[in-house]
């Protein structure tokens, strides 16, 4: 097994917001920090850096998007990546069955042996991106993302998967509001009925972290588009493959 890189930090001791937010799933909490701070660099998943900033910066951050997680709603999150939000949140939510999302196979790999050492039957592992997806993973109620794209983009991945007056919950930093008012066009073309900016986990990070909410009516929009896209994907790569 390679080493970690020298320059990787080392990982902290669960702090005590983290003991009294996850409960008795702390010791599932520990073996994910340790995973990420392991493997997680190692296969280029996390920067090795972010190792002395687990907790705070991206567990506890994650987390905490559980407080406007309606209670037992499906919940897909787009380009989940290392596992984040979805995992954090599977940890303090058992309720919630949730599909991480995302495209690269080294990614998915790590994914799947997160979710069977820690036991999480009500988490489920997809290869794909989103417009990929759109038909054959049943409409969600919930789409998490964080640190994928720009709102404007994101939306036009996430939207088509919710199913009617559902939400997309996007995790984002200082420049929300910015990127939300940047974004108000797109998501009015994509039937989205109302966005804000919230903050939650106060008391728990500091700062809280900041998330668009974006909620979309009777009909969520640009499923037609998303499809389009998707089959246009499918038909390059089959012309990709005939000229190898």
Known sequence: MSERPAEAGELDEAPEAARKYFGDRLPDVVRYAELLADAGVRRGLIGPREVPRLWERHLLNCAVLSEIVPDGVTVCDVGSGAGLPGIPLALVRPDLRITLLEPLLRRTTFLQEVVELLGLDHVTVVRGRAEEVLGTLPPV????????????????????????????????????????????????????????????????????????????????????????????????????????
């Open 141 to 244: 109620h919930v789409v998490t993302a964080r640190a994928v794209a720009p709102l404007d983009r994101l939306a036009g991945w996430g939207v088509p998967l919710l199913r009617p007056y559902g939400e997309m919950l996007a995790l984002k930093g200082d420049t929300a509001a910015e990127e939300l008012k940047s974004a108000r066009a797109a998501l009015q073309k994509l039937s989205v009925v109302g966005a804000t900016v919230e903050q939650v986990g106060e008391g728990v990070v500091d700062p809280p972290s900041t998330v668009v909410r974006a909620e979309v009516g009777e009909s969520p929009g640009g499923v037609r588009f998303a499809a389009k896209r998707a089959r246009a994907a499918r038909s390059r790569r089959r012309g990709n493959r005939r000229r190898r």
